[in-house]
């Protein structure tokens, strides 16, 4: 049974930084793409930052050069690191696994429907 379990969200000020956490079992994430995903308050669910099977990254306009997507295969997990936050990074986070073969983009409306499997989400809060 895959799982993929979310971890550190919380509540920082403008500015400041955070790293999300997503922790895989039940499957070997070395061979797939993954990605992060955030649902702010309100909106629609959009992807953040995709890291492809062949090691391409896409990130989300709004966050390039601000968040940094990674993978650490020896521990099967996946990490966002979030710096420079501001009020409009508020959201739930969510960690997802695809078995899709080719590259994905981050901004891409259908990137979404492409996961295979979903963590519960992070909630991460940015106050200003």
């Known amino acids: 049974q895959v799982q993929l379990v979310e971890s550190g969200g919380g509540s920082v000020q403008a500015g400041g930084f955070l790293t999300l956490s997503c922790t895989t079992s039940?499957?070997?994430?070395?061979?797939?793409?993954m990605a992060w995903f955030r649902r702010a308050p309100g909106k629609e669910r959009e992807g953040v930052a995709v890291l492809s099977k062949n090691g391409h990254i896409s990130y989300r306009d709004s966050v390039k050069g601000r968040f940094t997507i990674a993978k650490d295969n020896a521990k099967n997990t996946l990490t966002l690191q979030m710096s420079d936050l501001k009020p409009e990074d508020t959201a739930m986070y969510y960690c997802?696994?695809?078995?899709?073969?080719?590259?994905?983009?981050?901004?891409?409306?259908?990137?979404?429907?492409?996961?295979?499997?979903w963590g519960k989400g992070t909630e991460v809060t940015v106050s200003s």
């Open positions: 997802a696994l695809s078995t899709f073969p080719a590259m994905l983009t981050a901004n891409h409306d259908s990137t979404e429907t492409m996961m295979d499997y």
């Open positions: 039940g499957i070997d994430i070395s061979g797939y793409l």
